[in-house]
């Protein structure tokens, strides 16, 4: 009674071995999601190894949003000192990005629509600079400046602007989940020899990794606690781009019986 859970974002399956051995077992064919990101759900999974220091409303959705950042983060090289990196959306994923890339000990690029955040991701974030992604002398002087991009968008945005801030060799990792189809020009990936990635989550052990760097260097999720009854206002909300940065709903004594 009392200890803290965390469920991972995907399950594992004894049947699919040779995947959980190169800790990609949450892209096997049967993949199951506990929060319905692959079309199925499930009661989810427990882990009983949870740091202790780490708060559980802001830590608990790292277990999402954290994995989601993290997990590409590694694999594809942006969590090297002093690599430049871009960080496209500045809400629930974004902000977690911004902090992973800090502790990385990269210089990372906010990459926003709007300028409302800048103030914000300079005296909290820490960010190297801050890039207003309409078209701008800004963002022409930007252009090639950057080793790695990690777009965590979950609106329709071009992405031929994004490849030209990168150097020759530069990656475009996406991890915001659009059903409209991106348009990529063939000379944004030919010049420079760029390169288009995408992710998903992480694996279990991946997960375990990333709550142990969150919990080493203090890196949680800026959240709004919300009791169940407000959960219809929070969507509303959502739509409207008004949360800072994520909601976590309380359940306990908030839940009314009928």
Known sequence: MGEKVGASSSLTHAENVKHAKNEHEMYRKKAVATDGFFQTSSYSGCSNIMPENLPLYSSAPLLCSGITVYSPMRRYGLDKPG??????????????????????????TVISSSLKKKEEAFDKFGVHSFLVS????????????????????????????????????????IVGVLETPFEV????LLQGEKILAGSATGSVKETQEMMEFAAKHNIVVDVEVIPIDYVNTAMDRIEKSDVKYCFVILIVNTLKSS
């Open 134 to 173: 309409n078209p701008s002398e800004e963002m022409d002087a930007a252009n090639g400046t950057l080793d790695a991009i990690l777009d965590t968008l979950l609106m329709v945005h071009p992405l031929d602007p994004l490849f030209s801030l990168l150097k020759p060799l530069g990656k475009l990792v």
């Open 83 to 108: 690599i430049q990196v871009g960080i496209v959306g500045f809400g629930g994923l974004g902000h977690l990005a911004i902090r992973f890339a800090r502790d990385f000990g990269a210089n990372a």
């Open 185 to 188: 020009p063939a000379p944004s």
